[in-house]
């Protein structure tokens, strides 16, 4: 907060709100806030007046920390809740002061942060949308474990999919296990939901990695590719592998085999030190050799989070990005190539060591025929 010359700290992202307080409910569809204060012991959660016992029962929290606004500021009915808010923040005399708010969080809209502006004219905003996503990318030893194990999970669920996957079946049926799969977890590992849907995609969709399933069958001659997460404690792992039902084409071996090589040159190339640009470009320079040239990003910090994505919204390997690597951090590296009417993903998420990089999750790392 001193580097970003703030007093107050202004959270609506809910991972970051877990992060720093504990806090864990899906309430995050609704206006809800932590502020840091510099000078005071513990933040003050502001929320929904239902989900204050949400807030007793998994923050560490004192309870006259925790403050509620009551439904007549929702949707239009009367005022918003940042209208309370900011009511809270006069009252504790922080209305002229430096407030730095989340302005490219997901769960803080345009007509919160005019109403606040509009309620504080005196105070001084400033955008701090990566300041504790930042502090998150280093993971304790703790939240490493919790990714390993959500790293099981993954393959877990993983397996379910290519046990499920077959000619004639249903493609929300497989679905449908692999979400039974990752709710349930591995062997001595609880799971939990996944922040992204699965993405399973057959045929021409494989061309989109961001579509989601169809209602059709799966014909027994094509290439399906699956993009999953394992969850536990809310720590994601997420993982990718390229399904080929039937005998591949000699293009899809083609384009098997320079994802697959280009995704262990680039984890071969993983030590502390250099940036998440030079990754990126040991990647270009990987798949050039196999015909290829694209520049899109192939990775993104994860960790803990909440719907709707599983990244942390702070460094990404691609050229532009000087993010130095540093041990403990953790990505998730997903080096697909789409084409017109067919595309290859292979992905893992690895750790970050002092000497080079830990994938975390143990799976075949190549196209699955079947």
């Not at 990566?130 to 280093?138: A, E, I, K, S």
């Not at 959500?150 to 397996?159: C, D, I, R, S």
């Not at 249903?170 to 679905?175: D, K, L, Q, R, S």
């Not at 977890?185 to 939990?192: K, L, T």
Request: aromatic share 10%; glycine share 8%; hydrophobic share 35%.
């Amino acid at each position: 907060m001193d580097d970003y010359e703030i007093d107050v700290l202004f959270i609506s992202n809910a991972s970051n709100m877990n992060y720093l307080t504990g806090y864990d409910a899906y309430s995050f569809y609704v206006p809800q806030t932590l502020l840091v204060i510099k000078g005071e012991e513990q933040p003050i959660w502001i929320g929904r007046r239902m989900d204050v016992n949400g807030a007793k029962l998994t923050t560490w929290l004192d309870e006259d920390q925790l403050h509620f606004y009551t439904d007549d500021y929702l949707y239009g009915i009367g005022n918003h809740p940042a209208d309370m808010m900011a009511d809270l923040l006069k009252k504790k005399e922080l209305d002229k002061r430096r407030i730095g708010v989340e302005m490219g969080s997901y769960y803080f809209s345009a007509i919160e942060y005019e109403t606040l502006k509009s309620k504080l004219p005196n105070a001084y905003f400033s955008d701090v949308t990566t300041l504790v996503g930042n502090v998150r990318m280093v993971k304790s030893e703790q939240e490493l474990q919790y990714m390993r194990d959500a790293a099981k999970n993954a393959e877990n669920a993983m397996q379910t999919a290519i046990d499920s996957i077959g000619k004639g079946v249903p493609e929300n049926e497989v679905v449908a296990d692999i979400y039974r799969a990752q709710i349930t977890g591995a062997e001595g590992v609880d799971g939990d939901y996944p922040s992204i849907v699965p993405f399973l995609l057959s045929g021409e969709k494989t061309s989109s990695p961001h579509l989601t399933w169809g209602n059709g069958v799966f014909n027994g001659d094509e290439l399906v590719t699956l993009e999953l997460a394992g969850v536990h404690k809310r720590y994601h792992s997420p993982l990718s592998r390229t399904f080929k039902l039937g005998q591949m084409t000699d293009r899809e071996k083609h384009l098997s085999d320079a994802v697959k090589y280009s995704l262990n040159t680039t984890l071969d190339a993983v030590r502390p030190g250099i940036t998440c640009g030079d990754l990126a470009e040991v990647w270009s320079e990987a798949i050039k050799e196999y015909g290829h040239e694209k520049y899109d990003r192939l990775g993104y910090s994860v960790g803990l989070s909440y719907p709707p994505n599983w990244g942390e919204h702070t460094a990404s390997i691609r050229l532009e990005d000087k993010t130095i690597l540093q041990p403990n951090m953790t990505f998730h590296l997903i080096p697909g190539i789409w084409e017109e009417d067919r595309g290859v993903e292979l992905s893992e998420t690895f750790v970050v060591t002092e000497n080079g990089c830990e994938t975390l999750a143990d799976f075949p790392r190549k196209v699955i025929e079947k």
